[in-house]
């Protein structure tokens, strides 16, 4: 199995795209650090999934965008597995209104979580990946951060945001040999669409040469490759998966 043994923390992965990550991964043979803030159910749900498939995960408790509980996530890590080899940034979330109503609030809390949580888990799982053989970093950024979307402001800038980090990290990270890449879903059939009105959704599948929403194990698939030895050299690049979205 290509991941036998290699320890990755999945940030948010309870549900939607991190949780089709944290069980392909696992189902490849990773120790897999179940990350969830609010979902405790489903993320032991989660746990039992991997070990059923022969794979091994703990549950860990933390809101990435709070220090000390990212502090707590990477002891749980450590005490279970020891040291990462791979993250993976996947938790966020948005908070759309057009511009002109967006409220400072909104625009923070997004900040908050989808970078201000990619910059403590980073920073609190650096020396782990660096350390790593090949060790991994990757970041779940969107379509939306290189297209933009009405409504979006906030989570466009958080998104794109994610491109120019990850290029950076990339170049620090190269010298100890290991890498850091993004991926770029399109749009995905999770919780994070249900407030979608279906009339949009069509027409946002209409837009989609492939002619569907992506599945979370689109998304999984080349995360796994990111995460494996395949990857070697690829780094500092964000990997479109969107069904050709912007062709
Ligand atoms: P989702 O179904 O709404 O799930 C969001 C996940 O993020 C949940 O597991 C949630 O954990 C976690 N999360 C939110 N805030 C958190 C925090 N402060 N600390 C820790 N975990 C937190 O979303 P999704 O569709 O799977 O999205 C996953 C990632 O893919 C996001 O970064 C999103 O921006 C990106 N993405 C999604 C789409 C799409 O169309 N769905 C497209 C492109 C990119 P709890 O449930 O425990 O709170």
Known sequence: MSMDGR?????????????G???????EGANVVVNYRSSEGPAHEAVETIEAAGGQAVAAQADVADRDEVIHMREVCHDA???ADVLVNNAGITADTQFTTMTREEWDRVMDV??????NCTQEFYDDIWNANEGRLINISSVVGKQGNF???????AKSGMFGFTRTIALELAKGGSTANCVAPGFTATDMLESVPDKVLDRIVAGIPLER?????????????????????VTGEVIDVNGGMDL
């Open 114 to 119: 989808n970078l201000g949580g990619m910059f």
């Open 151 to 157: 409504g979006q402001a906030n989570y466009a800038a």
């Open 7 to 19: 320890t990755c923390v999945i940030t948010g992965s309870a549900r939607g795209i991190g949780r």
């Open 213 to 233: 929403l992506a599945e979370v194990e689109d998304i999984a698939a080349v995360v796994r490759f990111l995460a494996s030895e395949d990857s070697s050299y």
């Open 81 to 83: 597995f020891g040291p």
């Open 21 to 27: 990550i944290a069980e392909y991964l696992g189902s």
